[in-house]
């Protein structure tokens, strides 16, 4: 028979040859996103002389983990606890493994302190001898190989023996180092034992040939070839691919927020004192939040006893600065308190200043930087030029030296979106006194005291802005993310910031790797905390919580705080009904890295993330969470009158607030503390 072939040209490839071309297409076009873990583990995987033939040599530099290999020196060379000499008998074994070794390098590699007295002991079984000028111990029975291969002479006292027998002397003797040594090159050989490096060279090449040695580059900062005994170069490729794989296996997202809870010290909590203060500071790195929320939640949720005077401490001794970056609401500023020499991690204005701030900045520089100063420039009424003079902090323009009128400020407004002080339960009309501002004409707001000034922070390149930026992130989440990066309200998104990301790991500066489940392959982060983030993982064991514990502590935090990573860097857990956002005054109640729930602005709505069966358990846990922080004094009373999208009282969860302490009201449930 005949085959007969006609060529068709169709419109779109057939499934079976769309496959072939998507793959072609992928393995160029995704291989920059690959993470490097991933990468390295399937070129570890392959056969060493496999990809020697691939790539034309055999370049292990970039792929061998460089504490795997000086892991696997120490134990080779007998160095590492487990493997030095505990005793006289081991001692006399080391000569015979490792060959000639240098007196000069015995005491790292014995634990037992009268060197010289086991030596001693061990009477003919071992000797010394001269070799490239050093006097090294060796095995009695190796002085027939050394006299043949490097003409050593018999030491006194023992007796001639006969010629060594297999292979030729020299090349038994270069073996059996490259058997107790990890990657090495021809003149360490040949500085070891005295000899030409031409002459080492042949036998390398001899063994290299025979395949009892395998060339290559195998350490990093190496440019000269290097030998390595194969089983050496085994036991380093299996162990590094073994870090490659565990770097490669992810941890669930209740870890990750296990983590950061621990990294904010939120499960911990220790006693308020500036020193506290500023260390909570370092960690949020330039974090621009609502006003209302970081003497409310923010440093109470991470210091036990937080007192106001304790940052005013900081702050009047320049340690802490105030940024404003915005608003968040009538009334409630975004802030960013951050230690004043980590004003790189400030983000840029995001748009541009009115001639108007610059008018009062160059009031407050002109002046004594006080609002009289700004007053006497501007006209107008006290409560026409305090707006003015906060616009312009807003703009970034000018910022105030303490708290006090960020405090006022906040106090100024009844919508702001976190409220703690208790309100006083009635007000007697007052006459208004001779020292009053009706009396004395303009005095400056509560919201304009204080000292204010000209921001002039270090104007940073753009390249040092990003890396900044990225330092934050770091500092704050500790795994950089998509969702992360679009939820701090970067310009450019993610699409800017994975580009730098990408130089960064090329660099070796930080590390892509899949470090929690479900969020895609950019993720970024440092080696140091993707060991810290995989020491949350979830139990093996069926237990009712991730982490195994019995009974965790759940805790309250504002919804836009850093150490809630859900609604940014995490999903929310799915609902039927609730849209919850990490909008200003909302909130949200973790415990053992899951979220609990979460309560809108004011408090009147309540979701739960709770399986129904124990709903009722979750709410408990919630309303004595809530309980807990009304008692501190971070919350105002709570009255909470929907739960799920259903009234409170037919919500199915009502009985466990109430016995949580809630109690009952026409509208709902109240929560007082």
Known sequence: GATRLVEVVTDQPSPFAATLLFRYTGAFLYDGDTPLAERRAAMLSMDPQLLAAALGTLDLRELLDPDVVAEVIAELQHITPGRRAKTPDDLAELPRLLGPLPVSALPQRVEFPDLDAALGALGSRVTTVRIAGETH???????????????????????????????????????????????????????????????VSLVLDREVGARRLASGRFSLGMTEPEYVDPEVLRRMRTRSLAVARRELRPVSQSAYARFLAASHQLDDRPSSNPDEVLFALQRLAGAALPASAWESHVLPARLAGYQPAHLDALLAESEVVVRVCGSAGPHDPLVALLPSGELDLLPPPAGPTSPESHTVADALSAGDGTFAAVHAVLGGTAAEAAETLWRAAEEGVIAPASMAPVRARIGSGRQMAHRAARPAPRRRARLPRATSSAVLGAAAPPIATGRWYRVMDPELSPAETALAQVSAWLERQGVVTRGGVTADGTPGGFAAAYRLLSELETAGTVLRAYVVEGLGGAQFTTREVLAQVRGFADSPDKTKWPSGIARPTPVVLAALDPANPYGSVLPWPKHPVARPSRAAGALVVLADGL???????????????????????????????????IGEGRLHRLRIEEVDGQPTLVSGVYEAIRSAGGRLVPQGIVLEG
């Open 137 to 199: 111990l060796v095995a009695v029975s190796d002085l027939a190989i050394l006299r043949d291969a490097l003409g050593v002479p018999i030491p006194p006292g023992h007796t001639a023996p006969p010629a060594s027998e297999g292979r030729d002397p020299l090349t038994q003797l270069i073996a059996r180092y490259a058997r107790s040594h990890g990657p090495f090159t021809v003149s360490e050989v040949a500085a070891a034992f005295g000899l030409g490096v031409a002459t």
């Open 595 to 629: 979220c609990l729930a979460h309560l809108t602005r004011g408090g009147r709505v309540l979701t739960l993330f709770a399986d129904p069966q124990v709903k009722a358990d979750t709410a408990f846990l919630v309303a004595t969470a809530l309980q807990r922080a």
